[in-house]
Nanobody, 124 residues
Framework: QVQLVESGGGSVQAGGSLSLSCAASGHRYTIDWMAWFRQAPGKEREGVAAVYFRSGAPRYADSVKDRFTISLENNKNTLYLHINNLTSEDTAVYYC?????????????????WGQGTQVTVSS
């Protein structure tokens, strides 16, 4: 089992920046990928960024790759997502996920473990 706990959400002005954190614990040796997803009201859960746990190689959704940065802390206990130039379209609950997918690294179906989510609200 892997436990994931997100933090860092909140209310931010449009144009600002925000960093989210995800603390991982438990049997981390069982996972190869960690990812960030988001879900806005009335929309499907969307994968925005993923990172290969062992090398740190990132993957990004095309819609966010110029503004989002995913990273792992050196000890690999914490996953981060830094978001620049926030817009109202970034308003969503952001979830951390972990698993061992072999493809579709930004699809929610391939991840086994999920955090509880953290709300990000962007106001203009």
């Amino acid at each position: 089992q892997v436990q994931l706990v997100e933090s860092g959400g909140g209310s931010v002005q449009a144009g600002g920046s925000l960093s989210l954190s995800c603390a991982a614990s438990g049997h981390r040796y069982t996972i190869d990928w960690m990812a960030w997803f988001r879900q806005a009201p009335g929309k499907e859960r969307e994968g925005v960024a993923a990172v290969y746990f062992r090398s740190g190689a990132p993957r990004y959704a095309d819609s966010v790759k110029d503004r989002f940065t995913i990273s792992l802390e050196n000890n690999k206990n914490t996953l981060y997502l830094h978001i620049n130039n926030l817009t109202s379209e970034d308003t969503a609950v952001y979830y951390c996920a972990a698993g061992s997918p072999i493809h579709s690294f930004l699809s929610f179906e391939v991840y086994e473990y999920w955090g509880q989510g953290t709300q990000v609200t962007v106001s203009s």
